[in-house]
């Protein structure tokens, strides 16, 4: 059974750093692209950031919002993706989100295969 499990977030004050990890199991995810999401309160879920596997591109892509700012990595030994966050503002507050797929897509914002529980960031000003 495929299960996708974040860690790492918290409360951290505007301009500070957090790096939120996504361990996979059932699943060996050099052979998925994995992706970022969050959702904030009143808010849709959007796409934060994704590192396709290397059977496409390998390409890695990140939202306006977050580009310069998160890095997106993958560890395929240990199955495990990151999301380092630098530089956060308060308006990146949101349960993020892990999620992954085995397909395709021209735009990995509208991926919606499997997901993880999700793990709260905070970042007060």
Do not use: H
């Amino acid at each position: 059974q495929m299960q996708l499990v974040e860690s790492g977030g918290g409360l951290v004050q505007a301009g500070g750093s957090l790096r939120l990890s996504c361990a996979a199991s059932g699943l060996t995810i050099s052979g998925y692209t994995m992706g970022w999401f969050r959702q904030a309160p009143g808010k849709e879920r959007e796409f934060v950031a994704a590192t396709e596997t290397a059977r496409w591109t390998g390409s890695v892509y990140y939202s306006d919002s977050v580009k310069g700012r998160f890095t997106i990595s993958r560890d395929n030994f240990k199955n495990t993706v990151y999301l380092q966050m630098n530089s956060l503002k308060p308006e990146d507050t949101a349960v993020y989100y892990c999620a992954s797929t085995s397909r395709y897509y021209s735009d990995y914002a509208t991926m919606n295969d499997y997901w993880g529980q999700g793990t709260q960031v905070t970042v007060s000003s």
